[in-house]
């Protein structure tokens, strides 16, 4: 009897641990990145600003590792168009920055992934951008 009950505690155990840690995750879809501004101006050097937020309070995470951006244009019937896109500082306050070659006006998309303090699933996610010119730029400098 001693050696059914050891099989049988420890499976018990097993689900009460696991119970509690299903209890401390929170599911990838819980988390949205969004953009600042979601227009953003022509330049070799755009500032691309992005929210990551936890939808269930609406709160922005600040204290997120955002990684692997990339940032390209949709082209009809083509590949997308890569661009050079580099992370900025962090702001600690949930507003992650990004420094992107946006080279032509249009739409754009940023995808990038994050981890989250506390959670084990990565949280990823794509950012629709217009890129225009910008209407002080006439293609001189004064």
Do not use: C, N
Request: hydrophobic share 40%; net charge neutral.
């Amino acid at each position: 009897m001693g050696i059914q009950a050891r099989p049988i505690a420890g499976l018990a155990i097993t689900t009460i641990l696991l119970g509690l840690s299903g209890t401390a995750q929170a599911d990838p879809k819980d988390y949205r990145f969004e953009a600042v501004e979601p227009q953003v101006a022509v330049s070799p050097t755009a500032t691309v600003a992005v929210r990551l937020v936890h939808l269930p309070d609406g709160k922005p995470v600040g204290d997120a590792i955002v990684f692997q951006p990339k940032l390209e244009m949709p082209m009809s019937g083509m590949a997308p168009m890569p661009t050079k896109v580099t992370p900025g500082t962090p702001d600690g306050k949930g507003l992650y920055p990004f420094i992107a070659d946006i080279p032509m006006a249009g739409p754009w998309t940023l995808s990038v992934s994050a981890k989250v303090q506390g959670e084990t699933a990565t949280i990823s996610g794509t950012i629709a951008l217009k890129a225009a010119q910008s209407p002080t730029d006439h293609g001189h400098s004064h």
